[in-house]
């Protein structure tokens, strides 16, 4: 690549997207949410993020962190993978799916699709959530890695665990 055209090329994790940056970017938000640190992961967002999780509407950083904080206060042990599912120029949509349980340790598997769009400088500005529940048995669970922290490299991803 030349000098010229590594210069116009946008950066990694900014606008616009090609299929590698939104497949880093996805990989970014998904190590990101497997800290559980409310604080770090709001730093992705814009200030003013506007969000749709389930039947919640909410905007801001400070929204989100308190979100967060209720969410992994319930949602224990949680571990997330995210797979890219199409992307456009300033938009990223995902499919997920997570494990957790709750204080009587029932364990869930939540499936979801998100909607992302981004600003000019790379922050989310907004994010659109559905997510169901399936109650599962703790012997069902798939994602075993120590928690919290990042899915190890060679853990199978979504596709290649048939979800």
């Avoid at 616009?16 to 990101?32: G, I, L, Q, T, Y």
């Avoid at 969000?51 to 801001?60: D, L």
């Avoid at 206060?73 to 799916?97: C, M, P, Q, T």
Wanted: glycine letters at 4%.
């Amino acid at each position: 690549m030349s000098d010229t055209a590594a210069a116009s090329a946008p950066a990694p994790n900014k606008p616009p997207f090609s299929h590698a940056s939104a497949v880093a970017k996805v990989r970014m938000a998904e190590d990101a949410w497997n800290t559980r640190d409310p604080q770090r992961v709001s730093l992705a967002y814009s200030e003013d993020s506007q969000w749709r999780n389930r039947a919640e509407f909410f905007g801001g950083r400070p929204a989100i962190v308190e979100f967060l904080r209720r969410k992994w206060s319930r949602e224990l042990d949680y571990r997330l993978i995210k797979e890219l599912w199409a992307f456009g120029e300033h938009r990223i949509a995902v499919r997920f799916a997570y494990e957790w349980h709750d204080d009587s340790n029932q364990w869930f598997r939540s499936y979801g699709n998100e909607n992302w769009e981004f600003d000019a400088s790379g922050l989310m500005r907004r994010r659109h959530a559905s997510i169901n529940d399936l109650p599962i048995s703790e012997a069902d669970r798939s994602y075993r890695w120590p928690a919290p922290g990042p899915r190890p490299q060679d853990h199978p991803g979504l596709s290649e665990l048939g979800l």
